[in-house]
């Protein structure tokens, strides 16, 4: 189970509990004076963006000020895009890594929103903030440790470089619009940000050096061609 099953499965006990919306009678007015929070969250999947957007500031000014029951709300109604990102930003691991770090991000910055600057469009504001820490983490995942002193070296060097978090976000990309392959993507990311050598890809993985160093050649070749302009 990730921890998306985790959350939805602890949301369909705490939606349901009176004494929970009863804690939000400021947010169940919001929502046309909702009796339960099951009901906030169908009238938020249902109303139009000016309607929705004043429940979730609502909520978003609660967590801020340390409500966590308000932030477990509007992390919950923000799963849908929380999943997304998940999804998306495959670098940084299995699917139960994905999913925690997608959650982790979006929920540190629900606690921390900037209300005063951003008292609109909490929701595509949130969850575009947690997509550049996520842009951001990526570089530092992929760079596992590496017994090698010199690629350790580089590894550091390149951890904080704006190149291996654009180059991040090239292989992302490609994976998405099919120009490469997970397979692929993972290799040149491997190579290109973590700094492990092909030779230590190729034997951890049972396969001929050269036959990786000439598929390594292959993909980067089709990511300059796809994306020369």
């Known amino acids: 189970m990730t921890v998306f099953d ?16 009863r804690r939000l009678r400021d947010v169940c007015r919001c ?23 004043r429940v979730l500031l609502a909520l978003v000014t609660r967590a801020v000020a340390g409500d966590e029951l308000a932030a477990r709300v509007l992390l919950q109604l ?8 998940a999804r998306r930003w495959w670098a940084l691991g299995d699917p139960d890594e994905r999913a925690a770090a997608a959650v982790s991000a979006v929920y540190g910055r629900i606690r921390t929103y900037p209300i005063e600057r951003r008292p609109g ?27 090698d002193p010199t690629v350790h070296t580089e590894r550091r060097a390149q951890e ?3 190149a291996a978090v654009e180059l991040a ?11 490469l392959g997970l397979d692929d993507a993972q290799l040149i990311a491997r190579s290109r940000i973590a700094g492990h050598r092909v030779a230590d ?27 020369a302009s």
């Open 201 to 227: 890809i190729a034997r951890t993985h049972r396969l001929g050096t050269r036959a990786l160093w000439d598929r390594r050649q292959r993909a980067e070749a089709k990511l300059a061609t796809a994306f």
């Open 6 to 21: 985790l959350l939805d499965g602890e949301w369909r006990k705490l939606s349901h509990e009176p004494t929970t919306a």
């Open 121 to 147: 469009r909490v929701a595509a504001n949130v969850l575009m903030d947690a997509a550049r820490e996520l842009r951001r983490a990526v570089p530092r995942v992929v760079a596992t440790p590496t017994a």
């Open 31 to 53: 929502a046309d004076d909702a009796r339960t929070l099951a009901d906030v969250e169908a009238y938020v999947r249902g109303a139009g963006p000016e309607a929705a957007d």
């Open 169 to 179: 976000e090239v292989l992302r990309d490609a994976v998405d619009e099919g120009v």
């Open 160 to 162: 904080t470089s704006p």
């Open 78 to 85: 923000l799963l849908p895009g929380t999943r997304n990102l």
